[in-house]
């Protein structure tokens, strides 16, 4: 074959398979954030012509390139959960909470690997998948890839857990990385690393309770006679993470770990409505902007909490505050207080007069934050919250208040020392320049890697050993404990050899001593 035909040939194919692929995303958690991590990436790979199936708790808007299948009812479990709304937030007692956790996971996963629009998803004479890219914390989904002959890549919408970044062979040592969350404070204590061990070691052992459970979701939902879990959690092809380097460990990591970390769902700035435009530029002595997020909202605050707040926003005057308020309307409003239902946060925290954030830490507000150089007064309420709120404290971008113990002093204190000392400003603008300084956006790296592993079937060429290797290994446990046989070996040796000698020189000596003594 002429040379030139054969390259034009094998373009043609690469442009073929690269371009119109079948991309099946899986983004099994119920939480709005998790999803619009990933919604830039779906909508640019649907741009660039590839064909995508979404399987998600919450819809996006239409696109002729992406179908949808539905796992809002996620939401309707976990508000149905043992009788009671939100019994998983609500229970205090750790052991009861790990219960009450198990029992809900459990119950959500078999509802979502059980629902019917999943079904043909599942077959692979029905559908035809180049590529399955699903949250890395749900492997059971990996199995699928075997199933339907495609390549898996895992997804994270902040920084993998350490069980996660284990699966591509990235550094989870515990002498510098936290096993039981993602907060970092290095270097760590003697103490907190002799913690960190027994976690790891607790981790390998639960693995060895959990991994037969996941086994048997895939063998009872998604196929018989597929890998094992202790096989499947080295099929990834990439991991991508969303690991803003502002809230996480600098870690050493494979090549397949891409990090997008640093505001990947951001988007460029949209016009403001008129009327909070208006709102916000007449706000001359500073705006602060008020909002818990969409999973945690202000039907979570007691009426006594509202009343500080609303209080405290009142006494601040002539500075303006915007809430992020979700009941129809707040008693006794100070004129001084806009309320509305949905703001669109990004273009709100970009304006010139917003002064304060004050957040629940979610990371995507917190990054949105960043980029926009708002410090924040963080008020965490579960999961990573609190290890976000904690960074701002550290890094000096913001202050960390408990909404627990919250009154107005407290409050007010805080907001006007965000307000008054320039440190904290400063501390943002430098974090926020540092974050939009890069090669290429966190959505350019994802979509490139991800056409990647489609271009070559996989990424096994780039599999680093560290993915592999026994814990015993990794930590030299075999080497040291030879160096110490060896050296026992060599001690008990040359003990024994003394004592030999001496006998022999005692045997010589008692000899000739006879000799002379008769
Ligand atoms: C869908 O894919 C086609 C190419 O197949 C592309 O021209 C079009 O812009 C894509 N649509 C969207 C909304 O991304
Ligand atoms: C896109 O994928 C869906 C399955 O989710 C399939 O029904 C549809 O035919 C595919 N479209 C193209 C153009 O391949
Ligand atoms: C839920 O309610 C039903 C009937 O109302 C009751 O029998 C059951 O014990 C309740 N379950 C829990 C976990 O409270
Ligand atoms: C929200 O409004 C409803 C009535 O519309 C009321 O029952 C509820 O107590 C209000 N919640 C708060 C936190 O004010």
Known sequence: MQPLLFVLLSLSFL??????????????SPFYSHQATFRPLWKELARKGHNLTIVTTDLMEPNE??????????????????????SILKETNLIKK???????????????????????????????????????????????????????????????????????GNAIHPSMYYQVDLMYNNPLSFLERLKNTAWTVMYKLLSLKVFPVFDWYVEEYIGKD????????????????????????????????????GGAHLVKPKPLPKDLQDYLDQ??????????????????????????FRQTFEELAPMRVLWKYENETLENKPHNLEIRKWLPQHDVLRHPNVKVFITQGGLQSMEEAIDSAVPMLGMPFYGDQKNNVKKMSIKKFGIALDVATIDKKSLKDAILELVDNPLYKKNIEKLSAISKDQPMTGIEK????????????????????SADIPLYQYFFLDIIAFV????????LLVYYLIKLIRTIFRLVFSKRNKVKTN
């Open 226 to 261: 597929l890998p094992k879990m202790t096989e499947l959690h080295k099929s990834l092809s990439l991991l991508i993470v969303n690991a803003n380097p502002a809230f996480y460990p600098i870690r050493p990591s494979t090549p397949v770990t891409v990090n997008i970390g």
């Open 283 to 308: 706000s001359k002595d500073g705006c602060i902007y008020f909002s818990l997020g969409s999973t945690i909202n202000s039907n979570y605050l007691s009426r006594e909490t509202i009343e500080i």
């Open 446 to 465: 994802a979509v490139w890697w991800t056409e990647y592993v489609l271009r070559h079937g996989g990424t096994e060429h780039l599999r680093s050993p």
């Open 484 to 491: 110490i046989l060896v050296f026992i070996v060599l001690i």
């Open 98 to 168: 790990l219960d009450v956790f198990r029992d809900l996971a459990n119950e959500i996963i078999v509802y979502q690997l059980t629902h019917p629009d999943l079904e043909p998803l599942k077959d692979p004479t029905k559908y035809h998948c180049d590529l399955i890219i699903v949250e890395a914390v749900h492997p059971w989904f990996f199995a699928l890839g075997v199933k339907l002959g495609c390549p898996v890549i895992g997804v994270s919408s902040m920084d993998a857990f350490p069980w996660v970044h284990n699966f591509v």
């Open 15 to 28: 442009y073929d398979a690269v371009d119109n692929a079948n991309i099946l995303g899986i983004i099994p």
């Open 65 to 86: 390139n992406i179908s949808q299948i539905d796992l809002s009812g996620t939401y309707d479990v976990i508000k149905n959960h043992r009788n009671g709304s939100y």
